[in-house]
């Protein structure tokens, strides 16, 4: 599916609104919390065996067949030990705001992973947003100097917008020259529906990954930013575009893709087989993005030509 990567000197690709797609947004700024949580918690109960959980073990076989998905709510709100009124009343988005230990104890239940528990204390309120509620752009010193001696590796560094907001040379003649771009332009999300799958692609096996990768990263922001009216436009625009995005953001994927194996089509050193690294960069809202090729790889030795 999208890549996330290209050559700016391509012919782009028109940007479409939803409104003129006539489909729905999926997400608006300031709508968050629990309806979020609600969704969240339906859709994980859904998705959650019977027999892969403490309640499908105590329980003895049934002849009848299940006419709902997954578990059932009084089930999960036995396994949490809540009050089944309680946890219907969560799925309705009518409850109060759950405390850190009935959230551990959901999140218990459902089996989450430790990506959707932080996601879930982030959707129940239980994370404070931050005070400024855009995206950073400052990047620190330290980043910068650590972005300047990779040497020779392509990499730049993004907000949780996913904006592009630092670069080293060789990302620029891997992939373009980032400067001669509009501010708003340098987003990988963007710039992925914008060439689409004309310069850069996923390698075989792996073409649906960026899509999820991309949702995990905005919707972590989107919950920490629920007043961010360009990221819910960023979000919805991308969705238009791409229905892996809009599939993986609809059932609240939050799993981390921290790798990515790309096929890139270079103007001059042609086809590469990549691989995009992801190290997020503590103490901040920003990850390290980097470009490597398998040693003693042809696209190994490509590189070294940038």
Known sequence: MHSGCGHAERTAQPRTSSARLGRPCLWQHGRVSSEGLADFLRRR??????????????????????????LRREEVAALAQVSVSYYERLEQARAPRPSPQVLSALATALQLTE??????????????????????????EDVQ?????LDGI?????????????????????????????????????????????????APGS????????????????????????????????????????????????????????????????????ARNTLSLPGSDFSLMMYTAQAGSRSAAALKGL
Not at 145 to 149: N, S
Not at 176 to 185: K, V
């Open 45 to 70: 109960r859904e998705g959650l065996r019977p027999r892969d959980t403490q309640a499908g073990a105590t329980r003895p076989p049934s002849r009848r067949a299940r006419r709902t998905p997954g």
């Open 207 to 274: 073409e649906t990954d960026f899509s999820r990768q991309a949702a995990a990263q905005l919707r972590a922001a989107s919950v920490r930013r629920p007043r961010d009216s360009v990221l819910a436009g960023l979000i919805n625009e991308f969705a238009t575009h791409d229905p892996d995005f809009a599939h993986s953001w609809r059932h609240h994927d939050v799993r981390p893709v921290p790798s990515l194996r790309k096929i890139l089509r270079h103007p001059t050193l042609g086809e590469l087989e990549l």
């Open 115 to 140: 990506a959707e528990r932080d996601h879930l204390a982030r959707l129940a309120g239980q994370v404070l947003p931050p005070e400024n509620d855009g995206a950073s752009e400052r990047v620190p």
């Open 154 to 202: 392509p990499a730049y560094i993004v907000n949780d917008r996913q904006d592009i907001v630092a670069w080293n040379a060789a990302a620029a003649a891997l992939i373009t020259d980032f400067s001669r771009l509009a501010p708003d332009e340098r987003n990988l999300t963007r710039l992925s529906a914008r060439f689409r799958d004309t310069l850069c692609t996923g």
């Open 145 to 149: 100097e650590l972005l300047g001696r």
